[in-house]
């Protein structure tokens, strides 16, 4: 069987396309056929498995991500996605911009059949209760229906990543009652009330609150883009504010040094438990092929994760198996919604 291929954009990163680079050549190393697109000068040599196309052009800061995407062939992740899109690789990986990578997969590899909006979908390495979460980035504002397909999305990707047979999935709101939440999060409860009844792809727990995302009670969660994104980075911040308060304490004193010896193998498992370089980013969901947004602080660990994340995600059918489950449930694109119940009362119409 062939190796998979991925088209990585080498532009964005912070810490530069060299850094993208030696990713690249440790996911190469694992059995993964990289294409690079980036400055060929910038990124030097490269080794075996590992391929460069000079692209130096890039989008990664332009204000205007769609305007940009439409009007520079040439730049990276444009030309990663024409790549895709056109066969020569199976997925891409960019860690510039969000806006830049989500224009480029809609432009060129098109959304699926059916599928209102892509949504970008994180593992979340909480200890012992590791969640797919979603949207945490791609969609500011959503509508119910948008909801409903990102919740079979998440499922469909926990099967595929994390090996859940049948995940519990919760929207995130500020309250348990279906009741709470905006009119989007109210409506998008009662359609998954009605159809997740029976359904192999997933179990719908209802609203889950804020304090509910480290807690393990779902194994996926869902949320409109503005809300995911600021609940994930401050799981990022947070996680690396108390390692940093658990090292400086481990050093204040001898005393506290000999005992931070003992802890250190415990520290270091621990450490890479919750390190956000470990999951290796988002995947990009409802395009027709796969995409995987690192952030762009990473190091050449965090995206040589992204590449393997994205080989899996290739080898499991993530966008197959996700198409299907939106399939079976009845969420894509053009079918009837189950409207919301009455304020009070509960959805009576049946799943389709």
């Given at each position: 069987m062939?190796?998979v291929?991925v088209?990585?954009?080498a532009?964005g990163?912070?810490?530069g396309?060299?850094?993208?680079a030696?990713g690249a050549?440790i996911a190469?190393a694992?059995?993964v056929?990289?294409v690079?697109?980036?400055?060929a ?6 080794p075996d ?5 000079d692209a130096?052009?890039?989008?990664a800061?332009?204000?205007d991500?769609?305007?940009?995407a439409r009007s520079?062939?040439d ?6 996605a024409?790549a ?13 911009s969000?806006?830049?990578?989500l ?8 959304r699926g059949?059916?599928?209102y909006?892509p949504?970008?979908?994180?593992p979340v390495?909480?200890p ?5 979460f979603?949207?945490?980035g ?5 509508r119910?229906?948008h909801?409903v ?9 926990a099967?595929?990543v994390l090996?859940?047979?049948?995940p519990r999935?919760?929207l995130l709101?500020n ?9 989007a999060?109210?409506e998008?409860?009662?359609?998954l009330?009605a159809?997740?009844?029976g359904?192999?792809a997933?179990?719908f727990?209802?609203n889950?609150e804020g ?7 779902a ?7 503005f ?9 990022e911040g947070?996680s690396?504010?108390?390692?940093g ?13 000999a005992?931070?010896?003992?802890l ?5 498992g621990?450490r890479?438990?919750?390190?956000p370089e470990?999951?290796g ?8 092929r796969?995409?995987v947004?690192p952030?762009?602080?990473?190091t050449?660990y965090?995206?040589s994760q992204?590449?393997l994340?994205?080989a899996r995600g290739?080898?499991?059918?993530v966008?197959?198996r996700?198409h ?10 053009g079918t009837p919604?189950?409207p919301?119940?009455p ?5 009576s119409?049946?799943?389709?």
């Open positions: 062939a190796p291929t088209a990585v954009d532009n990163a912070d810490l396309p060299a850094e993208v030696a050549a190469a694992r059995g056929r990289v690079l697109y980036g400055p000068e910038e990124i030097g040599a490269v498995g590992v391929e460069v196309v130096p052009a890039s989008i800061k332009d204000p991500p769609a305007r940009a520079n062939p730049a990276s992740i444009v030309r990663v024409a895709v899109a056109a066969g020569d690789a199976d997925a891409f990986v960019s860690g510039g969000t806006g830049a990578a224009a480029a997969g809609l432009f060129q590899v098109k059949r059916g599928i909006r949504a970008l979908a994180v390495p909480i012992g209760n590791p969640i797919t979603l949207d945490v791609a969609n500011v504002e959503v119910s229906e909801l397909q990102f919740a079979f999305m998440g499922a469909a990707l099967q595929t090996g859940v047979e049948r999935v919760a709101s309250g348990e009652e279906p009741t709470k939440g905006t009119a999060v109210v998008a409860h009662a359609v009330a159809r997740a009844v359904s192999p997933l179990e727990l209802g889950v304090n509910d995302i480290t807690s393990g009670v194994d996926v969660i869902v949320t409109d883009g809300t995911g994104n600021i609940a994930l980075k401050l799981i947070l690396q504010s108390i390692l308060a658990v090292r400086d304490a481990a050093l204040s004193t001898p005393r506290a040094k005992g931070g010896a003992l250190r193998p415990a520290l270091g621990l890479e438990q919750i390190d470990g999951p980013g988002a995947y990009l969901l409802g395009l027709r796969l995409g947004v952030h762009g602080r990473f050449r965090g995206f992204a590449i994340l994205a290739v080898s499991g059918d966008v197959g996700t299907a489950a939106l399939t079976a449930a009845g969420a894509l694109k919604q189950v919301a119940a304020s009070g009362s509960a959805a119409v049946p799943s389709p």
